[in-house]
Antibody, heavy 120, light 109 residues
Framework: QVQLQESGPGLVKPSQTLSLTCTVSGGSISSGGYYWNWIRQHPGKGLEWIGYIYYSGRTFYNPSLKSRVTISVDTSKNQFSLKLSSVTAADTAVYYC????????????WGQGTLVPVSS | EIVLTQSPGTLSLSPGERATLSCRASQSVSNNYLAWYQQKPGQAPRLLMYGVSIRATGIPDRFSGSGSGTDFTLTISRLEPEDFAVYYCQQYVSSLMYTFGQGTKLEIK
């Protein structure tokens, strides 16, 4: 059973960089065939896809966030990470990591999510 | 970018009733790349359906999906108390974008 767990600072100040890590267990990122994603949900709102990374390091980002997003992978630790720069209060959200299944178009495993407030 | 519009925004029904949730796309969704998720308060979304009508592992058969092109439907044949939640549709396009609908809240009447 694949499990994903987000971790990172609980609070970020405006203009700083939000950094989160997703640790994957029950499966290896380097085995290939899956895309590893970040998704966020503003309080009381819907879901917004941020971007994904493949085990090779290939990435693709939501164009609306592309200028501020970097997703990286550390296969030795079976982790992938999100960096979102120049944050504002509008970036306050629950951030989820999730896997796109072998079908390539749906999210079959999700982390529990972590709330990241942006506040001074 | 394909925009998904879900309706109604809120659906009030009683246990045992039938629920019909709609998801309309601004452009045709290719290859039936459409999925549905259920989200309960404080929890991550859970995959219900993919490929329009394929139930994910462990999803009971009271859940069914249908549709094609731009109009899709999630049907819950007989509502159980645990089915009251928010439901999202999601699509994928060849430009590698994933987008979600804004959600339908299914609440107890």
């Amino acid at each position: 059973q694949v499990q994903l767990q987000e971790s990172g600072p609980g609070l970020v100040k405006p203009s700083q960089t939000l950094s989160l890590t997703c640790t994957v267990s029950g499966g290896s990122i380097s085995s290939g065939g899956y895309y590893w994603n970040w998704i966020r949900q503003h309080p009381g709102k819907g879901l917004e896809w941020i971007g994904y990374i493949y085990y090779s390091g290939r990435t693709f980002y939501n164009p609306s966030l592309k200028s501020r997003v970097t997703i990286s992978v550390d296969t030795s630790k079976n982790q992938f990470s999100l960096k979102l720069s120049s944050v504002t209060a509008a970036d306050t959200a629950v951030y989820y990591c999730a896997r796109v299944g072998s079908g390539g178009y749906f999210f079959d495993y999700w982390g529990q999510g972590t709330l990241v407030p942006v506040s001074s | 970018e394909i925009v998904l519009t879900q309706s109604p925004g809120t659906l009030s029904l009683s246990p045992g009733e039938r629920a019909t949730l709609s998801c309309r796309a601004s452009q045709s969704v290719s290859n039936n790349y459409l999925a549905w998720y259920q989200q309960k308060p404080g929890q991550a979304p859970r995959l219900l359906m993919y490929g329009v009508s394929i139930r994910a592992t462990g999803i009971p058969d009271r859940f069914s999906g249908s549709g094609s092109g731009t109009d899709f439907t999630l049907t819950i044949s007989r509502l159980e108390p645990e089915d009251f939640a928010v439901y999202y549709c999601q699509q994928y396009v060849s430009s590698l974008m994933y987008t979600f609908g804004q959600g339908t809240k299914l609440e107890i009447k």
